[in-house]
């Protein structure tokens, strides 16, 4: 009988210790939280929508899901949580009007910005390995190009294009899927 109730008292520890483990810890994510201040467009083209989220994790409660639909939508990230999740606000549809004015989180490769270039709007962007325009330029982005959002810093934005991951610069984004920030 003894063995039974050690066994069963085991067995609910584990499950206890695996349970807590899957949480999210708050006080970890707002250690690692980073202000941004970049504006997007959202690339997920799921028919069911982009799902904003209370927390950064894809456990976290639904708060809406942005459906794209026959327009774009863009929006504002204000924040980063340093694992792949970026807080947002202010999403609005190009037919719809706003559709978000609250806060919530996003996974930042469901989203995207444009690109331009600085001081001519046709030259092409370049893409910096850090957040310094004195560090190494890894490539050249053509202007008007798509690149997907990894993460942000400030009003740097880290993006992957065609393979390569690196840093643009606030000069070099264009974030409104209505214009071609000229």
């Not at 190494?136 to 798509?146: F, G, N, T």
């Amino acid at each position: 009988m003894k063995k039974i109730i050690l066994i069963t008292i085991a067995i609910i520890t584990l499950i206890s210790a695996g349970y807590s483990q899957k949480k999210v810890d708050v006080d970890a994510v707002k250690s690692t939280q980073k202000s941004c201040d970049v504006h997007a467009n959202i690339l997920d083209n799921d028919p069911n929508g982009l799902n904003v989220r209370a927390t950064p994790d894809k456990s976290g409660k639904v708060l809406t899901s942005l459906i794209m639909g026959d327009d774009q939508i863009s929006l504002d990230i204000i924040g980063t949580s340093g694992n792949g999740w970026v807080k947002i606000t202010n999403a609005w549809h190009g037919g719809r009007g706003d559709l978000f004015k609250d806060t919530g989180w996003v996974f930042a490769t469901m989203l995207a910005t444009g690109t331009k270039g600085f001081p001519n709007y046709d030259s092409p962007a370049k893409l910096f390995s850090t957040q310094s325009k004195k560090s190494k330029v890894l490539m050249q982005i053509p202007s008007e190009s798509e690149v997907k959002i990894l993460d942000c810093s400030g009003k740097w934005v880290k993006v992957s294009y065609k393979g390569t991951n690196g840093w643009l610069a606030p000069e070099n984004q264009c974030g409104s899927p209505f214009t071609t920030c000229s």
